[in-house]
Every structure is written in structure tokens, then in C-alpha cells.
């Protein structure tokens, strides 16, 4: 049901943002009370609180009505580290075709040294 999505939505976002029920009513400019009754679906924020709510979290008006923002803070917090972790593979992974790129100029200059060395021997 949306009013129960909303509701879900709205909570999460504040417990997200570490906002207390206060301070997000007070950036919304409602009370306290109103903002705990659309947290509960006992009340549908109107059309205006809505966009301030959207404002306020930087997200679509889409997003805050039919977007499952309240599922599993930890699924969003896991993806945040495997993109981390992602990131930090493609760092080591671009480190280390450096380090080999430069293992390969090494061995070829010393082959070159090495031939040049014979080649003298040679003579």
C-alpha cells in the first residue's frame, strides 16, 4: 500500500539522516506530532509536506511515494563497501599492471644488456 510505503520511507530516511522527529518536523515546518502520525500511517502528508520531504533528503517525489526506501539500510550499506572494495581491487589491480609493465621494461633492458655483453664477448 503507498501510505504504508510513504510512511516506512519518511522514518527510514530520518533515522538515516540521524534526524530526531523534532528536527525533521521543525525543517518541514509541522509538528512533531503530525510528522510521528505519517510515520505510523495514521496520517498521509499532503501534497506540500511531500515536496519539503523530497527537498529535504534530496530524492524524487517518485522515490519517496513508491521507492522501498525503508528495506535493509545494511543491502544499501553492503553495496556502499563492495563498491568500495571494487574500487579498491581496480586500484591494486591497475598497481600491479604497473608494477609488471615495469618488471617487463627491467627484463628487457637487462636481455638487451645481456646480448650486448655477449655480443662483446664475441669480438
Not at 503507498?2 to 534526524?19: A, E, G
Not at 534530496?58 to 519517496?64: K, P
Not at 627484463?107 to 645481456?114: A, C, D, P, V
Request: charged residues 30%.
Amino acid at each position: 500500500m503507498v501510505t504504508d510505503n510513504i510512511s516506512k520511507n519518511i522514518k527510514n530516511l530520518r533515522v538515516q539522516n540521524n534526524l530526531k522527529q523534532n528536527d525533521l518536523a521543525e525543517k518541514l515546518g509541522i509538528s512533531r506530532q503530525a510528522l510521528s502520525n505519517y510515520e505510523n500511517s495514521t496520517r498521509v502528508p499532503d501534497l506540500f509536506t511531500i515536496i519539503r520531504l523530497a527537498k529535504v533528503f534530496n530524492i524524487t517525489i517518485d522515490q519517496l511515494i513508491f521507492s522501498n526506501l525503508y528495506e535493509s539500510p545494511c543491502i544499501s550499506q553492503f553495496d556502499k563497501i563492495r563498491s568500495d572494495i571494487i574500487h579498491f581491487l581496480k586500484n591494486k589491480k591497475i598497481e600491479l599492471e604497473d608494477i609488471n609493465l615495469s618488471i617487463l621494461n627491467d627484463i628487457e633492458e637487462l636481455n638487451k644488456l645481456i646480448n650486448l655483453l655477449e655480443n662483446e664477448k664475441k669480438r
